[in-house]
């Protein structure tokens, strides 16, 4: 059985959280060129977990959209009839 990274254990908030926070140092420019490195390593690890849990949650969304469709599309609509 595969072994998960400390990234893939985390919630999806936590990494964005831990992405944004390195892009900011990154930003700073206060780092040496290794932790630089280093950091920026880390941020594409977790830009690419944050992109595959995004694509995960939008498939779902297709799905549910897609099934609830079809329930809808059995459900005649509902209309008020107008009384004056």
Avoid: N, R
């Avoid at 498939?59 to 599309?73: I, N």
């Avoid at 005649?76 to 107008?82: A, G, I, K, Q, V």
């Amino acid at each position: 059985m595969k072994k998960q990274s400390k990234t893939e254990e985390l919630p999806f908030e936590a990494a964005f959280a831990q992405l944004e926070e390195i892009v900011g140092k990154l930003e700073a420019g206060d780092l040496s060129l290794d932790d630089a490195l280093a950091l920026f390593e880390q941020g594409q690890k977790l830009a690419a977990y944050c992109g595959a849990k995004l694509d995960e949650a939008e498939l779902k969304v297709q799905k549910l959209g897609a099934s609830g469709a079809a329930v809808l599309g059995a459900v005649e609509p509902f209309h008020l009839e107008e009384t004056h």
